[in-house]
T-cell receptor
Framework: DAGVTQSPTHLIKTRGQHVTLRCSPI?????VSWYQQVLGQGPQFIFQ???????GRGNFPDRFSARQFPNYSSELNVNALLLGDSALYLC???????????FGPGTRLLVL | KNEVEQSPQNLTAQEGEFITINCSYS?????LHWLQQHPGGGIVSLFM???GKKKHGRLIATINIQEKHSSLHITASHPRDSAVYIC????????????FGKGTLLTVNP
């Protein structure tokens, strides 16, 4: 079975641009979470979706938004990119609350 | 003060040594996770604990809920164990938010 997949793997953008990152969860998983990991730090929680509803939001500005589709895949959108948005963006899926989260390989975003 | 603190930040060991990485947290939790991250970014979940002890191969994870402390042990360490080990907690409630420590960089030399 395929694990969690993310696309693209790498991305270079310039300040002020918009970016969309995509995540496909493991088949049967209804929960998707997004994390940002800046170099040298642990991941920081951005969003969590379950059954297409937002169930949690971290301390990120409104430039960050996400959604979950009927097939449980998810998109993370970031508007008006800043240099500080350069990071590894991780997606994780799980069956639901109390179950292990499985992480994707991440999307490495560089903002110039 | 971070909600999740790990120690040490960096650890260098010789092959075969017994390794211990510690994690302390300051909030009530429903579960604690130990994760492994290799260079390049991929994260693998090693353990999810809510009490007691779990063992998988050469890895052992323990948690003391009263003391808000967990340890990850690696027996007979090997160079392929070199990675960043991250502790993360679920603080419970209706969301699934994980709060992460900064990680411990383990280097095992042959």
């Amino acid at each position: 079975d395929a694990g969690v997949t993310q696309s693209p793997t790498h991305l270079i953008k310039t300040r002020g641009q918009h970016v969309t990152l995509r995540c496909s969860p493991i088949s049967g998983h209804k929960s998707v979470s997004w994390y940002q990991q800046v170099l040298g730090q642990g991941p920081q929680f951005i969003f969590q979706y379950y059954e297409k509803e937002e169930r949690g939001r971290g301390n990120f500005p409104d430039r960050f938004s996400a959604r979950q589709f009927p097939n449980y895949s998810s998109e993370l959108n970031v508007n008006a990119l800043l240099l500080g948005d350069s990071a590894l963006y991780l997606c994780a899926s799980s069956l639901g609350r109390g179950f292990t989260q499985y992480f994707g390989p991440g999307t490495r975003l560089l903002v110039l | 003060k971070n909600e999740v603190e790990q120690s040490p930040q960096n650890l260098t060991a010789q092959e075969g040594e017994f390794i211990t990485i510690n994690c302390s947290y300051s909030v009530g939790i429903s579960a604690l996770h130990w994760l492994q991250q290799h260079p390049g970014g991929g994260i693998v979940s090693l353990f999810m604990l809510s009490s007691g002890k779990k063992k998988h191969g050469r890895l052992i994870a323990t948690i003391n809920i009263q003391e808000k402390h967990s340890s990850l042990h690696i027996t007979a360490s090997h160079p392929r164990d070199s990675a960043v080990y991250i502790c993360a907690v679920n603080s419970g409630g209706s969301n699934y938010k994980l709060t992460f420590g900064k990680g411990t960089l383990l280097t095992v030399n042959p």
